[in-house]
């Protein structure tokens, strides 16, 4: 069996003053980390959903990413702060929890989200266990491993419950 070391996250959340929606995630994939941002893996299709959703064009870049998130009222965070990895790969079940991120917090400091959205079941069961004050709604995974759902009937779901 492979040692696991705590790792910490490596971003800040991002989030505005006029954020309305918060998309919470589990925490960043290798290929997110190695990219310096959320859902960077290519495969993954959070960007392709959320451009859908919107009616808007797919960002590209992190700056891109940023003004499109800021323009739709989308703050983007994710629900673990600190955790072991496991088997040296970035699904969910290969994660322990160290720490949680302090949603509360920041909920506090941005009154205006008014609604919390959660990408994985993982991140659902950690906003229960530690914040569960905090009601969320589940957005099937943008993950290509969820293939479950084609990316049409994702964007459907998330438009649903996003609008």
């Known amino acids: 069996m492979q040692k696991s070391t705590s790792i910490k996250h490596p971003f800040k ?8 929606i918060l998309i919470l995630g589990t925490f960043p994939s290798l290929k997110s980390f190695e990219n310096n941002f959320y859902y960077s893996h290519p495969k993954n299709q959070f960007w392709n959903i959320l451009a859908n ?23 983007l965070w ?13 699904r969910d079940d290969n994660l322990e929890v160290i720490t949680p991120c302090n949603i509360k917090e920041l909920l506090k400091k ?24 905090i ?6 995974s943008p993950s290509p491993l969820n293939a479950r759902l084609n990316l049409q009937k994702k964007v459907e779901i998330w438009k649903k419950l996003l609008q």
């Open 78 to 90: 994710d629900t673990i702060c600190e955790a072991k990895r496991k088997n040296g790969n970035s």
């Open 53 to 75: 959703v919107f009616n808007d064009e797919k960002p590209k870049t992190i700056e891109e990413k940023k003004k499109f998130l800021k323009k739709h009222k989308i703050a």
């Open 110 to 133: 941005y009154p205006k989200i008014k609604k919390i959205a959660v990408t994985s079941r993982l991140a659902e069961r950690v906003i229960k266990k530690y914040f569960p004050e």
């Open 135 to 140: 009601n969320v709604i589940y957005l099937p």
């Open 13 to 20: 959340p991002v989030v505005f003053n006029d954020s309305e």
